[in-house]
């Protein structure tokens, strides 16, 4: 079963930077449509990031517009979002997303795709 790992967490002042990455692995991969990055605050609801689609196009939530960066490695089947100019507000638990795995071309063909979360990786912002 595939599965999407993200790493690059951790405690960063203001005004730093951090690079997570999200790479899918565990099972076989015919091809992976958008993915995207999402995070979830304390006591607040899971909320866009940024999305990338195959050809590399993207979307950005207004609130991290100009200092954060989606990236995509297809043939590692890896996203990555550097993240400058860190706030206190952007403290979050962060979450790999792919909404559409297909594993083999008879799944692509018949449109059986599986939807996976990664586990989470946690930012902190804090002086």
């Known amino acids: 079963q595939v599965q999407l790992v993200e790493s690059g967490g951790g405690l960063v002042q203001p005004g730093g930077s951090l690079r997570l990455s999200c790479a899918a692995s565990?099972?076989?991969?015919?091809?992976?449509?958008?993915m995207g990055w999402y995070r979830q605050a304390p006591g607040k609801q899971r909320d866009l990031v940024a999305t990338?689609?195959?050809?590399?196009?993207?979307v950005y939530a207004d609130s991290v517009k100009g200092r954060f960066t989606i990236s995509r490695d297809n043939a590692k089947n890896t996203i990555y979002l550097q993240m400058n100019s860190l706030k206190p507000e952007d403290t979050a638990v962060y979450y790999c997303?792919?909404?559409?795995?297909?594993?083999?071309?008879?799944?692509?063909?018949?449109?059986?795709?599986?939807?996976?979360w990664g586990q989470g990786t946690l930012v902190t912002v804090s002086s």
């Open positions: 565990g099972g076989p991969i015919y091809s992976i449509n958008d």
């Open positions: 990338i689609t195959t050809g590399g196009r993207t």
């Open positions: 997303n792919a909404p559409k795995v297909w594993a083999t071309y008879a799944d692509y063909v018949n449109e059986r795709y599986l939807r996976v």
